[in-house]
C-alpha cells in the first residue's frame, strides 16, 4: 500500500536524479568543446569578459589563406594518414591472419612484441629513431613520419584484424572449401568478407590515430613536415588561440564524422575478442 | 614445425620487421646511449644526474598516471554499468551517445580545450560562480597536476568505457535477470556479478590507458610544464635545449620502469587465467 | 566489397599523387628559410617578407618553415645542420636561417655557417656589439641581426598602482601580493629564461662578468646562492606554461604583472588579446633581451640568392616598414638607419612605456654561453628541488 503511494514521488525523484546526471555528463563533455568554438569565433576576448567582446572571422581568413599553412598541413596530414593506413592493413592482414588460423611458433611471444608498442611508452622510441633518420636522411620526410605512424599503429591494426579473423566461424570456410573453392577463391568470397567491418573499422582507428599523432611527429617531422597537430602546438604555444581554436576545429571533422561511422563496424563480438 | 606454421610466421614476418626495427631497435639504442660514458665505456652518470635532477618529477608522473587511471576506471564503471543494467531506455540511449564524443578528440587537442576552459577566469569557473556554486573569491585555476589528470580522464575514460560496455553486453543476459529477480540491487550485480566478468577486458583497458598517458607530451606541455611535471616534458627539454640524449634516455628507461608496473598488472592476470 | 574496393582505389590514387612530384610550370628556384621562435617569425616570412621577395624577383618562392620557440627551436636547426655536415651532403636544403644566439655561436664553432656580411650592403649597417658577439663567441662576418627584441615588464596599472622598480622592490612586493607575479620558469619559453638571467645579475654581484666575461667554473657556487633566494620567491609567485601563458594571464587579470617580449606584447595589444591598458616598464638592475640573427649555412643551396633574400630584409625599409611598424621589433639594423625611414608617430610607439634611456641602461645581454648553461642547471639543481 505504502510502496504504491510512494512510487509515483520516487520516480520523480529518480527522473531528477537522471537529468541531473545527463546534463552534468553533458555540461563536462560539451564545455570544453564550446570553449573551441568560441575562441574560433572571438575576434576580441579579454578579461573581464566571460564571452569574446567582438565575434568575427578574421582568423578564418588567416587561417585559409594560401600562406596560412593551415590547408597544407591538412592536406599533409591526410596523406600521411592515408599512407599509413595502407602500410598498416597490408602487413597487418596477413599477420592477423596468421595469428587467428594459423599455428604459429611462440604464439604468446609473437602477441607480446606487437603489444609492446601500446604497452611501453613511445617517447624513448621517437627521440632516437629521429637521430637515425637524421643519419638517413628519413628526418623531415613525408616516409619517415609514416614509418613511425605505422610502427605504433600496428598494434591496433594486427589485434583487431586477428579478433576479426578469430570471430569467423571456421565451419563456413570448410563449407566453401568442401564444394571445390580454391584457397585464393575462399579468401576473397568468405573470409575477407566476413571480417571487413573488423579490419575497416581497423583501418579508421589508424587513420585517426595517425591523423591525430603529435609527439612523434614533433620529434621526427620538424620542420619539414608540417602536420595540423603540429600546427595547432605552435599555434597554441604561441598564445593564438583563434587560429589553434580553428585548426583543432578542422582536426575533429574527419574524428566525429568517423566517429558516426564506426558504430557500424565494431560489434560487441568482435570488441570482446580483442586481447584473446 | 610442419609447413602451416612456416606459412604463419612467414605471413607474420612484415609486421614483425616493421615493429622490431622501427621500435624495439631504437628502445634498444635507448638503454645503450642511457648507460654509455664519453669514453664508450659503461657508466651510471646519467641516471645519477637524471636522479638529482628530476626525482621529484619521477615521483610526479607516477602518482598523476596511477591517480588517473583509477579516476577512469570509476567513471568508466559507472558509465558501463549503468549502460548495461539501466532501465531507462531514452537515457540509455542519450548516454550511449554522449559519452563517446571525448574519443575521438586528440590528446592536442584536450590539451588547448582545457587550457581555456580549467584556468581561473576560465569557462569552468564562470559557471560555478554564475551558478552560485562558488564566491568569485574561491575561484582556482585548475591549470597543474589536476588540469592534468582531468584532461586524461577526460580523453581516455570513453575508450575504457567502450571495451568495458562491450564486455558486459556480451555477458550472458540469464545471469543479470536470475539474479535481480532474486531481489538483488542493481548496484549489487554490478560488483559481484558483471564486474567480475568482465574483469579482463576492464584490466586491458586500463594498461592501455596507463601506458599510453606516461607517452603523452602535449598534455603536461600545454597544461603545466613547470616543475613539478612528468617526465615527458623533461626529455622533450633535455634534448631540445641541452641536445643531452644521454640524461633524456635515462629519463626514457625510467618511464619504462614505471609502464613495467602497469604491464606487470596485465600479465599477472593473464597468467591466472591461463592457469584456471 | 564495394567500400573495401573503393577505399583501396582511393588510397592508391592518394598515394600515387604523392610519390610523383608535380612538373613545374615555369623554373622555379625555391628559397628555403627556417626559423626558430614563436609563430610570429613563421608568419612574418609568409605574409610579409615573402610575397615582397617574390615580386622583386619573380621566378622565386620563398618557403618558411619554423622549428619551434626558444632555444630548442635553434637547436633543431642546428641538429639538422649537423647531420648534413656529418653525412658529407654537398647542398644543404636550408637557405637562410634564422637562429638564437647560442644556437648561432655553436653553429660558428662548428664552422657550419659561411661568412658573408661583407658581401651585402645591410652587413655596414649593423655595428652594434650583439652583431659581432653572440654570448661571448665572436660571430663578426657570420650574422646580421634581424631584430632586436627586449624583455620587459608588464603590468597592469588598476591592480598596481606603484609598480616595483627593481628586482629587490618585487621580491618584497610579491610577499605583500601572493600570487599576483607570474612567470614561466626555464622551459617552455625565453622570457621567464630571461627573468632568471635577471635575478643572478641583480643577485651575485659578479657585475659585468656575467656578461663579458671570462669565464669562471668556480662561479657556479656564487650562482647557487644568488637563485637561493629565488627558491624562496617563487613560492609567493604563479608559474605560467610560456611566453604565451604569461600573456594570457595578464589578459585574464589571473596575474597583475610578469616578463614579458616586448614585441610579443605589442602584439597581442592590436590583436585584441590584451587590454590596452596594460604598460611595460625596465626594472634595475636590468632584464635580458637578444637579437635573433641571419645566417648563411656553409652549404646553402641558393646561397647567391640567399644573400639577396638578407640583404632585402635588413634594408633599412623594410626594417622600417615590417620589424617595426608592423611587428614591433627594436630594428636589427642600427638605428638611425632605420629612424630616418619612419615618421615619429610610429617611431615614437615603440618607446611609449620603455624610453631610449632606459633601453640603454637597463636592456641587457644575455650572459655568455657557459654561464647561461650553468644558471639554467643551477636553477633546476637548487630552485626546482
Known amino acids: 500500500m505504502t510502496a504504491a503511494a510512494a512510487r509515483p514521488s520516487v520516480r520523480w525523484r529518480e527522473t531528477i536524479a537522471r537529468i541531473v546526471m545527463i546534463l552534468l555528463l553533458a555540461f563536462v563533455i560539451f564545455g570544453p568543446l564550446a570553449n573551441l568554438v568560441l575562441w574560433g569565433f572571438a575576434e576580441r576576448w579579454y578579461f573581464p569578459n566571460k564571452l569574446p567582446q567582438e565575434f568575427g572571422l578574421t582568423f578564418w581568413a588567416r587561417v585559409f589563406s594560401p600562406r596560412g599553412g593551415a590547408l597544407g598541413s591538412l592536406g599533409t596530414s591526410v596523406a600521411i594518414a592515408c599512407l599509413t593506413v595502407l602500410l598498416t592493413l597490408s602487413v597487418a592482414i596477413p599477420a592477423g591472419y596468421a595469428l587467428a588460423r594459423l599455428k604459429l611458433p611462440a604464439r604468446t611471444l609473437i602477441l607480446l612484441i606487437f603489444l609492446l608498442p601500446q604497452a611501453v611508452p613511445n617517447l624513448p622510441v621517437y627521440v632516437n629513431i629521429a637521430r637515425v633518420f637524421y643519419e638517413l636522411n628519413l628526418n623531415g620526410t613525408i616516409l619517415g613520419v609514416v614509418l613511425v605512424h605505422a610502427a605504433h599503429g600496428l598494434v591496433l591494426a594486427v589485434w583487431i584484424a586477428s579478433a576479426a579473423f578469430a570471430a569467423i566461424d571456421v565451419s563456413l570456410e570448410e563449407a566453401a572449401r568442401n564444394m571445390g573453392a580454391s584457397a585464393w577463391r575462399c579468401w576473397t568470397t568468405v573470409t575477407l568478407p566476413i571480417a571487413l567491418p573488423g579490419l575497416i573499422a581497423s583501418a579508421i582507428f589508424v587513420f585517426l590515430e595517425s591523423l591525430d599523432e603529435f609527439t612523434g611527429t614533433y620529434f621526427v617531422g620538424v620542420p619539414d613536415v608540417t602536420t595540423l597537430p603540429l600546427l595547432m602546438f605552435n599555434a597554441s604555444m604561441g598564445g593564438n588561440y583563434q587560429i589553434a581554436s580553428i585548426t583543432a576545429m578542422l582536426l575533429l571533422l574527419p574524428s566525429i564524422a568517423f566517429m558516426l561511422l564506426v558504430e557500424r563496424f565494431l560489434k560487441a563480438d568482435v570488441l570482446a575478442m580483442i586481447g584473446r | ?276 | 566489397m564495394r567500400p573495401f574496393r573503393l577505399t583501396l582505389r582511393v588510397a592508391l590514387v592518394a598515394a600515387g599523387t604523392l610519390l610523383c612530384k608535380p612538373l613545374p610550370a615555369v623554373a622555379q628556384t625555391t628559397l628555403n628559410v627556417v626559423t626558430a621562435g614563436d609563430q610570429n617569425m613563421v608568419d612574418y616570412v609568409n605574409n610579409y617578407l615573402g610575397p615582397k621577395f617574390e615580386a622583386q624577383n619573380p621566378g622565386v618562392k620563398v618557403r618558411a618553415v619554423g622549428t619551434g620557440p626558444g632555444d630548442a627551436g635553434s637547436q633543431k636547426i642546428y641538429e639538422k645542420l649537423s647531420a648534413q655536415q656529418k653525412a658529407g651532403t654537398a647542398a644543404w636544403d636550408t637557405d637562410v636561417a634564422v637562429v638564437h644566439q647560442r644556437g648561432a655561436a655553436t653553429m660558428v664553432k662548428e664552422s657550419l655557417l659561411a661568412p658573408y656580411t661583407k658581401e651585402v650592403s645591410a652587413g655596414k649597417m649593423a655595428t652594434r656589439d650583439s652583431s659581432r658577439n653572440a654570448l661571448g663567441q665572436n660571430v663578426e662576418g657570420y650574422v646580421i641581426p634581424m631584430f632586436h627584441s627586449q624583455i620587459a615588464f608588464a603590468y597592469n596599472p588598476a591592480v598596481v598602482k606603484q609598480p616595483p622598480k627593481s628586482y629587490a622592490e618585487l621580491a618584497e612586493w610579491v610577499k605583500k601580493n601572493p600570487k599576483q607575479f607570474g612567470y614561466n620558469g626555464v622551459k617552455g619559453g625565453m622570457s621567464g629564461v630571461g627573468f632568471v638571467m635577471g635575478w643572478v645579475n641583480a643577485n651575485a654581484g659578479m657585475g659585468d662578468q656575467l656578461v663579458k666575461g671570462p669565464y669562471d667554473a668556480s662561479k657556479k657556487a656564487v650562482i647557487d646562492k644568488s637563485l637561493a633566494s629565488l627558491k624562496d620567491f617563487n613560492q609567493y609567485v604563479v608559474m605560467t606554461p610560456g611566453n604565451a601563458g604569461t600573456l594570457d594571464m595578464l589578459n585574464r587579470g589571473e596575474i597583475a604583472m610578469g616578463p614579458v617580449w616586448v614585441d610579443m606584447f605589442y602584439t597581442w595589444v592590436a590583436d585584441g588579446k590584451m587590454p590596452p591598458n596594460v604598460k611595460l616598464e625596465l626594472p634595475q638592475p636590468g632584464l635580458p633581451g637578444q637579437p635573433m640573427y641571419y645566417v648563411v649555412p656553409a652549404k646553402a643551396a641558393n646561397a647567391a640568392l640567399a644573400k639577396k633574400f638578407i640583404d632585402f630584409a635588413a634594408s633599412p625599409e623594410i626594417q622600417a616598414e615590417g620589424i617595426v611598424k608592423q611587428f614591433n621589433w627594436y630594428p636589427g639594423i642600427d638605428a638611425q638607419y632605420v629612424k630616418a625611414k619612419m615618421d615619429e608617430k610610429s617611431w615614437n610607439k615603440l618607446f611609449t612605456d620603455i624610453t631610449p634611456d632606459a633601453l640603454a641602461s637597463y636592456g641587457k645581454p644575455f650572459p655568455l654561453s657557459e654561464y647561461f648553461t650553468d644558471i639554467l642547471e643551477s636553477y633546476e639543481r637548487v630552485v626546482l628541488k
Not at chain 2, 550511449?96 to 575521438?104: A, D, K, N, S, T
Not at chain 2, 584556468?119 to 569557473?125: E, P, R, S
Not at chain 2, 577526460?154 to 550472458?172: E, H, N
Not at chain 2, 626514457?252 to 614505471?258: D, F, I, T
Open chain 2, 1 to 276: 614445425m610442419n609447413r602451416r606454421s612456416w606459412a604463419g610466421l612467414a605471413l607474420a614476418s612484415p609486421a614483425l620487421a616493421i615493429v622490431a626495427v622501427f621500435f624495439i631497435g631504437p628502445l634498444v639504442m635507448s638503454a645503450v646511449l642511457a648507460v654509455r660514458g664519453k669514453d664508450g665505456g659503461l657508466t651510471t652518470e646519467h641516471f645519477a644526474k637524471a636522479f638529482e635532477y628530476y626525482s621529484t618529477d619521477l615521483a610526479f608522473s607516477a602518482a598523476i598516471v596511477v591517480l588517473s587511471t583509477l579516476g577512469i576506471g570509476i567513471v568508466a564503471i559507472a558509465i558501463a554499468g549503468y549502460l548495461t543494467l539501466g532501465e531507462h531506455p531514452r537515457t540509455l540511449a542519450f548516454l550511449r551517445w554522449l559519452y563517446r564524443w571525448p574519443l575521438f578528440i586528440p590528446f592536442i587537442v584536450t590539451a588547448q580545450v582545457m587550457r581555456t576552459f580549467l584556468a581561473k577566469n576560465g569557462m569552468l569557473n564562470h559557471v560555478l560562480i554564475g551558478s552560485g556554486l562558488i564566491e568569485p573569491l574561491q575561484a582556482q585555476s585548475l591549470l597543474d597536476w589536476r588540469g592534468i589528470v582531468i584532461a586524461f580522464i577526460w580523453k581516455q575514460a570513453p575508450f575504457v568505457t567502450l571495451l568495458l560496455a562491450g564486455a558486459m553486453a556480451a555477458i550472458d543476459r540469464q545471469h543479470i535477470e536470475a539474479a535481480r529477480n532474486l531481489g538483488a540491487s542493481r548496484l549489487r550485480v554490478l560488483f559481484e556479478i558483471v564486474l567480475p566478468q568482465a574483469r579482463r577486458t576492464l584490466l586491458v583497458g586500463l594498461v592501455l590507458s596507463f601506458v599510453a598517458m606516461l607517452s603523452v607530451l602535449s598534455v603536461p606541455m600545454m597544461i603545466n610544464p613547470n616543475s613539478p611535471t612528468m617526465l615527458t616534458v623533461d626529455i622533450a627539454y633535455r634534448i631540445n635545449s641541452h641536445g643531452d640524449y644521454a640524461v633524456a634516455n635515462a629519463l626514457c628507461l625510467m618511464s619504462l620502469v614505471l609502464a613495467s608496473f602497469g604491464a606487470w598488472f596485465y600479465l599477472r592476470e593473464a597468467a591466472r587465467k591461463a592457469q584456471a
